[in-house]
């Protein structure tokens, strides 16, 4: 795998000029607006926890929906038939897709945090680093599933399904349940590293966020290659 940082560059902002033009961003702005409305009408005690929720589910959910839009556009579109022709690789292809959706994501959540919170003082570090890795892994979950189908109401109709099992620390959160294998989930880990930006984390807590998402990622990115690799690229040209 000969990657070039310059065709990576390039693909980066090739997706984002896409992502521009098809209202991406837009409705990324439309999205994150509500949020923003909806925490300042939340009690200034629970605000916190309603931030760590929504900027989690923000590039995790959202993410993982938008980027199976993009898939299912460029298949529609037959992007493919061509692009492999060129030196650019698929693994450059996968990383300009996960590294332009987590920038859009970061983005998105630190406007939320920015705007709605006040009178807290927040560490912005870990937030970013667990938004940033959090977008990496649901984006690659979302290219998965994306490629498996050809319809959006097929796309809509599964992805929920997969997501339910890494939502549940969510559900945990939120009900003050104590179900101790949930740890092993990258939500898990996702949701410690964003709350570490309202409640310090200890060395072990930043070692084990960080750790977990790394790790689930480096697994979500294989499987994302050889999906893709399996159900696009081999399929180019067959019909």
Not at 66 to 81: M, P, R, S, T, V
Not at 99 to 104: A, D, P, Q, V, Y
Not at 134 to 143: D, E, P, R
Not at 161 to 179: A, G, Q, R, Y
Request: net charge neutral; aromatic share 16%; proline share 3%.
């Amino acid at each position: 795998m000969n990657l070039s940082l310059r065709r990576l560059a390039i693909g980066i902002w090739s997706d984002m000029i896409f992502q521009v033009r098809h209202g991406f961003y837009a409705a990324y702005m439309v999205v994150s607006t509500l949020y923003i409305v909806l925490l300042t009408f939340i009690p200034h005690g629970y605000q916190e926890m309603a931030s760590v929720l929504i900027v989690f589910s923000d590039p995790s959910f959202i993410g993982c929906f938008f980027i199976g839009a993009i898939i299912l556009l460029e298949k529609g579109q037959g992007i493919y038939d061509s692009l492999f022709v060129t030196p650019f690789q698929i693994a450059e292809y996968l990383l300009s897709k996960l590294f332009s959706l987590t920038f859009l994501s970061i983005i998105s959540s630190l406007a939320i945090i920015g705007f709605s919170i006040s009178g807290i003082v927040v560490d912005y570090r870990p937030i970013v680093i667990g938004i940033f890795l959090s977008s990496l892994f649901f984006t690659c979950i979302g290219i998965i599933l994306a490629v498996r189908v050809k319809t959006v109401n097929q796309f809509l109709l599964s992805s929920p399904l997969v997501l339910i099992v890494f939502f549940i620390p969510v559900l945990e959160t939120t009900m003050s349940l104590n179900l101790k294998w949930t740890s092993i989930l990258p939500s898990y880990a996702g949701i410690l590293l964003i709350q570490g930006g309202f409640e310090p984390l200890s060395v072990n807590e930043w070692t084990y966020g960080i750790g977990n998402l790394v790790a689930w990622i480096l697994v979500g990115f294989y499987l994302t290659y050889h999906s893709f690799y399996k159900y696009i690229v081999l399929r180019i040209g067959s019909g």
